[in-house]
């Protein structure tokens, strides 16, 4: 996991660390998905700085 995860992980109150249960997983996958679209998409639907770590996230779900 990079510093950079951690910190996007912890802005939004999500668990982070080893040995994340699948539940965890599933709870920050819900919520990133939601952040990404909420907070992370210019007027044409592009992932800003943020997004594209989200989208980094999404992806690495089943390794952190």
Do not use: F, V, W
Not at 43 to 64: A, M, S, V, W
Request: charged fraction near 30%; proline fraction near 6%.
């Amino acid at each position: 996991m990079t510093p950079q995860i951690a910190t996007l992980l912890k802005k939004l109150d999500l668990p982070c660390g080893p040995n994340l249960s699948e539940q965890d997983r599933c709870i920050i996958e819900r919520r990133i998905g939601d952040y990404l679209t909420l907070h992370c998409l210019d007027k044409n639907y592009e992932p800003n700085e943020e997004g594209r770590l989200c989208e980094t996230i999404l992806d690495q779900i089943d390794t952190l």
